[in-house]
């Protein structure tokens, strides 16, 4: 299981939301490319790197990105406000995954013609949701959508990589939702990187029962209460 920390990005500050609210915010860094090295250094299996401004429609933090993703040799990918084949196009002359929310809900026919130009490995479909319904436009508008039917319907026209994440529980330290990523990670074919909650190093094997491809690793990262090195040996 890879052991991925997440970098999120506001008015070029390292930040974390708590449950996606902008207005809950808390700043870790002033200096993100210090934090991608020490992840690096840290042993980090990937960085994901997250345009918070972009998500919101608040801005852009793509120059910064630039700089940032240049400083390290792991491999990144990135999310956040992809809402344009030109972006996604543009995103991948610098990282080696796209991951892909709204846009792919929005725009499934564009999103069919991307798969058949990159392949799989280069999109991860972001199925964010609240208690397994399918939110969008950076968890402010909330769907019909089931996350496992979605999820079947990426897997049949040949998606393999998808980011969960309850959005309930992101930022909030109270463990991630297992249910939901049992029934994904259940699907085949489906790499399911599991993401928001992680509360401490004991959560690590519970993800990795559950057969998740990858953790993401935030806010418990930043308050000390885990480590990259601990988790890889765990994961």
Known sequence: MKVIPAIDLMNGQVVRLYKGDPNQKTVYSDDPISIIKKWEDAGADMIHLVDLDATLGLGSNFELIKKIVSSVSVPVE?????????????????????????????????????????????????VDHKDGIIVTHGWQDTTDISLIDSMKEFLHVGFTEFLLTNVNRDGTLEGPDLEFLKDACDLKNANVIASGGISSIDDIPKVKQRNAWGVILGKALYENKITIQESKKLA
């Open 78 to 126: 990135i999310a956040g406000g992809l809402r344009s084949e030109s972006l996604i196009l543009e995103a991948l002359k610098i990282v080696d995954r796209v991951v892909i929310g709204t846009f792919a809900f929005k725009e499934p026919e564009l999103l069919q013609t991307l798969l058949t130009k990159l392949g799989p490995e280069k999109i991860v479909i972001s």
